[in-house]
């Protein structure tokens, strides 16, 4: 949800290469940095249940973030309209038949 919230707003925003961050970052929406090491036990606590903690490299993390600081804004407007796509009533009617689908 907060990339979500940043892209919603106008911000530049960057992201790990995993997961739905993958997702909503890839077609020049915004930056994506690869990961260097994944652990997968416990060494990290993951307050939201992946159990997967992705790791970048500092130096790739910081060349992305300078990176973005000064060509950030031309992911805007991709980021923007993608987001401007996403509706709630979209997500709970997959969410709804994915559902009764499992029911059935």
Known sequence: MPLLEAISVGLPCMGTDCSGIK????????????????????????????????????????????WVYTHGKNTVKAAREYVEKRK?????DVLEKGLLEMIK
Do not use: M
Not at 88 to 92: I, K, N, S
């Open 88 to 92: 709630w009533d979209v997500a709970v």
């Open 23 to 66: 997702e909503l970052l890839q077609d020049n929406r915004g930056y994506l940095v690869n990961y260097v090491h994944i652990y997968p036990d416990h060494s990290y606590i993951d307050p939201f249940g992946c159990g997967k903690r992705y790791i970048i490299h500092p130096k790739h993390g910081v060349t992305t973030l300078e």
